[in-house]
């Protein structure tokens, strides 16, 4: 005979006056966390009392019932109860809500209140977003909704967001098939087949990092930062049409622009306005382009402008601020430092000093005529300008006896020689403004890794010695111990033709580049630096001794690490094998740059080198671009490209790389220790190897 299942007994509920009811001493919870009793006495203000209290009979001293109960369990619930009544808001004798459990119950008043808390399950956040969603549908804004659960609207603006996420992404997440963290990651994006596709992708990597989601969804995007973006306004950008995506979750600086094609089209037509505008002027030419080759200049004349005087409102303008800025320089002269608000005060005095010190250069008509400007965008967005280049077919006929020195180079105090010294490799023809890009992809190879391509090592090499010679103009020590080294090694030893440094100064030309140059963080600093001395030469060239000798010892190194600096040679070339150069020389001459290199400290990754497919990876084998992933992440994260094709490989490495610190060997100086080896040690690599290098 089948025995009966005994049957459990639910504690009786009722109402019990307000006044009837006081807090246990076994209520387990002591430390207050989470939602305050004020704003739990709101919401039941607002919503009334959705959860009963639990209760147990206090007894007398003979263990009869007095009619009044404690709460063993939602003290919180009754401490906002409370609350409401010193507020007047509750009668002292409202009925409340009760689960009364009997007199001498086996079960323990601190075990009926630490059940009720540890037994809690939170609200699933798919459930959370589901539920606000709803309540939009229903009519409550965010901010109605963020009020009513004491949360701030960025927080219901995330959980809304991601409504953008496909709705089998969102079964994927509720299975537990991904992580809050990936699900907040596809949100970016409301592109659903676009989210499924990469979904479909990282599923089958071992990296399923929310970074490599946001990656992929935004590969086709403009960063806000973008130097474009900076250049037409993002309000412009918007005006037009262009979406924005934008990230909710993490920190995006102003998100990423959805349609180049709108952003490029009001670039091109902000541009050619500018560019029209400054031909009015009188040039016979403006040439307009987002950027120009390093060097594009190099061959053609300049033209000698006289600087605009300053107005008197300007001059007024000039003598207050000066006057302001010494005011609180002697005010803080005994401080150690400046009050945050005080150094942000002078740093914006000093820029527009420096505004009004700058003075634009008026140009004869008569020279206007023959002459011309190129436009194009700096790497801040800004336009930059340089004006007064002529053609060499414009100059006009000069006397058979005049001065015999080629045309100056892009700097007008560095002298150049005539020698062309523009770079043709593999065959390919760098012509015009010596500025072209052969496609010497290296090509696949079965054993080992063999040495990169001889007009790859080259443009690598001129990205260094471009960021060479601005730490060599920034330090005035070095770049006097590295001449007075060349010059004694050609006084005493007679061996010129193999140092980094050629010190006569011959500006070497670097036609040979990536596209990335000459935006460049070097490449900027270097074209300020040239132009900040430019603007303190003076007019008259016989004066130019007067002036150089009246300098102090820091302006006269300054200005000799800076005309010094045009002469760094960090440049391979492959030799002919009878050439007035050898081969060996320029292995000579690299050591030497590895030297000058390692004494000022070169790390080109602050320099903003970092490898792209276009500047690096999509020029080199799989073996290499393999490698590069292994030094920088870890034997792990070239495993999961490696079944890739080389595009693909080349693109997945480029997310990989990026913020690594990773460089070519050709880029990297003895001594310095970035990321990507640390990284590399953690995975597993010698530290004595990386230490060696």
Excluded at 68 to 83: C, I, K, T
Excluded at 464 to 475: V, Y
Excluded at 584 to 603: F, N
Excluded at 669 to 675: I, K
Aim: proline share 5%.
């Amino acid at each position: 005979m089948a025995t009966a299942i005994p049957k459990i007994t639910l504690s009786s509920s009722r109402d019990i006056p307000f006044n009837r009811l006081a807090l246990s001493q076994s209520n387990v919870r002591r430390v207050k966390s989470g939602l305050s009793i004020e704003e739990l006495a709101r919401d039941i203000e607002r919503r009334g009392l959705l959860q009963s209290l639990n209760v147990r009979p206090i007894l007398d001293d003979a263990g009869v019932e007095t009619g009044s109960y404690e709460v063993p369990a939602g003290g919180r619930r009754f401490r906002a109860l409370e609350l409401l009544v010193k507020q007047k808001k509750l009668a002292k004798t409202a009925p409340v809500p009760c689960v009364v459990r009997e007199a001498g119950s086996a079960i323990l008043a601190e075990d009926d209140s630490l059940a009720e808390n540890v037994q809690r399950v939170a609200l699933h956040p798919l459930d959370q977003f589901r539920a606000f969603r709803d309540m939009l549908e229903k009519g409550l804004s965010e901010e109605e909704i963020a009020a009513a659960f004491f949360v701030a609207p960025a927080v219901v603006k995330q959980r809304l967001r991601l409504m953008t996420v496909s709705d089998k992404l969102l079964d994927i997440y509720e299975q537990d098939g991904m992580k809050l963290e990936q699900l907040m990651a596809f949100s970016i994006s409301d592109d659903h087949a676009r989210q499924e596709q990469v979904w479909d992708i990282v599923s089958q990597s071992h990296n399923r990092e929310p970074y490599v989601i946001r990656r992929m969804l935004t590969e086709k995007t403009v960063r806000a930062s973008d130097r474009r973006v900076r250049f037409v306004g993002l309000e412009a950008y918007i005006a037009a049409g262009g979406p924005i995506m934008r990230d909710l979750f993490e920190a995006d600086d102003g998100g990423w622009l959805q349609d180049p094609a709108i952003l490029d089209r009001l670039v091109t037509e902000k541009l050619h306005a500018a560019a029209e505008d400054i031909r009015a002027e009188g040039w016979k030419w403006v040439e307009a382009a987002l950027s120009f080759p390093w060097g594009h200049t190099r061959h053609f004349a300049e033209i000698d402008g006289t600087e605009m005087p300053l107005t008197d409102e300007e001059t007024a303008r000039l003598e207050a601020l000066r006057a302001e800025q010494e005011t609180i320089e002697a005010e803080y002269a005994q401080a150690d430092e400046y009050p945050d608000e005080v150094d942000a005060r002078l740093g914006e005095i000093e820029h527009a000093i420096l505004a009004l010190e700058e003075r634009p250069l008026a140009f004869d008509p008569a020279d206007m005529a023959r002459a011309g400007v190129f436009v194009s965008l700096d790497s801040d967005g800004t336009l930059q300008v340089e004006r007064g280049f002529v053609l060499p077919e414009d100059m006009p006929a000069e006397p058979e006896e005049a001065d015999d020195v080629g045309s100056t180079g892009e700097y007008d105090h560095a002298v150049y020689d005539g020698q062309d010294d523009r770079i043709a490799d593999d065959g390919g023809d760098v012509g015009g403004e010596g500025y072209s890009i052969s496609p010497d992809v290296e090509p696949e190879e079965e054993d080992g890794i063999r040495p990169l391509p001889d007009r790859l090592l080259t443009e690598l090499t001129a990205w260094r010695t471009l960021a060479l010679r601005d730490a060599f103009a920034s330090n005035p020590h070095i770049a006097l111990t590295e001449l007075l080294h060349t010059l004694v090694r050609d006084v005493y030893w007679q061996t010129p033709g193999a140092d980094c440094l050629e010190a006569y100064v011959r500006e070497i030309s670097l036609p040979v580049h990536s596209p990335d140059m000459p935006g460049s963080v070097p490449a900027h600093a270097l074209r300020q630096r040239n132009e900040g001395w430019k603007h303190d030469l003076p007019e008259d060239e016989d004066a130019l001794w007067r002036w150089i000798d009246g300098l102090d010892d820091a302006s006269r190194m300054a200005l000799l690490a800076h005309c010094l600096s045009f002469g760094v040679n960090a440049l391979y070339e492959r030799m002919p094998a009878y050439g007035a150069v050898s081969q060996r020389s320029v292995t000579e001459r690299l050591k030497r740059a590895d030297r000058l290199a390692s004494a000022l400290g070169l790390d080109l990754v602050e320099a903003g080198w970092q490898p792209t497919v276009e500047n690096y990876l999509g020029r080199v084998t799989k073996a290499r671009i393999l490698q590069a992933v292994q030094e920088a992440r870890g034997d792990e994260a070239a495993e999961r490209i490696a079944h890739l094709k080389k595009p693909d490989m080349a693109r997945e490495a480029e997310w990989l790389l990026d913020g690594s610190g990773w460089l070519p060997e050709a880029l990297r100086t003895a001594g310095l220790v970035h990321q990507a080896q640390v990284e590399t040690v953690t995975a597993g690599e010698d530290m004595e190897a990386i230490a060696a290098e």
